[in-house]
């Protein structure tokens, strides 16, 4: 088939596509409530539970395990500042930074620093020119052969599992968050100081009530798994088989979004939690669209262009994709830069 042809039917879609999507932009008042309510109850009815298990000495495995459940609930409130840092939430724009505030302080994330941050990924993911900010490291299998030997070392570190899975949440929400980064303006700076601010507040309050240790005990699993499972859902919605990159004098932003995106199918329930977020390549289409319209809006449009699914099982696997290999145009692992 000509590639004009595959080039002219591709943009019809897309045409299509853009147009059918579009109504999903517009945020529902109720919708927004309902997912405030059935996230935030559990969410505090959880903690305290939490709270009463540890201090009726109970095994503590109890209290882990329902730190767990809690650390699904704190992804899901993560997904409502990632709609509000996209003013998609509320049609308000002021509601939307005041919950953003709000969840940026419960997920030890500054909201306008953030925000920053994700709207520079939103315009540059794919594009091989422009990497280094709001993304995942990713260097060409070019780089990293021509790199020094403590480069490669410090890559090869971050980009294990263990690092990246574990070691990397905990100093992303722990450690840089609290630090505004260079280049931060006043009002990205100050977001920070807010935020760790309302942080210190809530540790010591805790601290005067039901004692440091508790609140340690409680609140750092929850924190601590909800960065595993934010870091991983991150890494994997642009880390996989097939994925699109491009140099930029060649970048397409539909592209990048269709293809340069994961639609990563998970279980109902995991969906929930993770405020179908696995929608990805809709999302990256279309910002705006709030989380709980995306799956209304693939749902009118997966018919228009196929975009294959990514399961948890072949997810897994992309683990072992570590660079960007330009002559083959996909990732590959370490083995494979050198063939």
């Known amino acids: 088939?000509?590639?004009?042809?595959?080039?002219?039917?591709?943009?019809?879609?897309?045409?299509?596509?853009?147009?059918?999507?579009?109504?999903?932009?517009?945020?529902?008042?109720?919708?927004?409530?309902?997912?405030?309510?059935?996230?935030?109850?559990?969410?505090?009815?959880?903690?305290?539970?939490?709270?009463?298990?540890?201090?009726?000495?109970?095994?503590?495995?109890?209290?882990?395990?329902?730190?767990i459940v809690a650390g699904g609930l704190l992804v899901r409130i993560f997904i409502f500042f990632h709609d509000c840092?996209?003013?998609?939430?509320?049609?308000?724009?002021?509601?939307n930074t005041v919950l953003g505030y709000i969840c940026g302080i419960l997920t030890?994330?500054?909201?306008?620093?953030?925000r920053k941050s994700h709207g520079w990924h939103h315009n540059t993911f794919g594009d091989l020119d422009r990497r280094g900010k709001g993304d995942v490291w990713t260097l060409t299998a070019e780089e990293y052969r021509t790199a020094s030997r403590s480069k490669r070392f410090w890559y090869r570190f971050f980009r294990n599992p263990f690092v990246l899975l574990c070691l990397g949440p905990a100093y992303l929400f722990l450690v840089?968050?609290?630090?505004?980064?260079?280049?931060?303006?006043?009002?990205?700076?100050s977001s920070v100081i807010v935020t760790n601010a309302a942080i210190a507040m809530i540790i010591v309050v805790a601290s005067l009530t039901i004692g440091f240790k508790a609140y340690a005990l409680i609140q750092f699993p929850v924190i601590f798994f909800a960065g595993v499972m934010g870091v991983w859902l991150f890494y994997i919605q642009h880390q996989f088989e097939g994925v699109y990159w491009s140099r930029h004098g060649q970048w397409d932003p539909i592209k990048a979004s269709l293809y340069g995106s994961s639609y990563y199918k998970?279980?109902?329930?995991?969906?929930?939690f993770t405020g179908n977020i696995g929608l990805h390549h809709i999302h990256h289409l279309r910002a705006r669209i709030p989380n709980y319209n995306l799956q209304r809006a693939y749902n009118d449009t997966k018919d228009l262009l196929t975009v294959e699914p990514l399961t948890i099982r072949k997810s897994i696997k992309c683990l072992k994709l570590k660079l960007w290999d330009e002559n083959r145009q996909k990732l590959v692992g370490f083995k494979s830069a050198y063939a």
């Open 1 to 67: 088939m000509p590639e004009p042809y595959i080039s002219a039917r591709f943009n019809e879609a897309e045409s299509e596509l853009q147009h059918a999507i579009r109504k999903y932009e517009r945020p529902s008042l109720l919708k927004a409530v309902w997912q405030l309510s059935n996230t935030f109850i559990p969410y505090i009815f959880l903690c305290i539970l939490m709270y009463f298990s540890y201090a009726a000495g109970y095994s503590y495995w109890l209290t882990f395990g329902l730190a």
């Open 85 to 95: 840092a996209h003013q998609s939430f509320f049609a308000s724009r002021k509601a």
């Open 108 to 114: 030890f994330t500054p909201y306008e620093e953030w």
């Open 176 to 189: 840089s968050y609290r630090i505004p980064h260079k280049g931060s303006k006043r009002r990205q700076s």
């Open 266 to 272: 998970l279980p109902k329930v995991i969906q929930w």
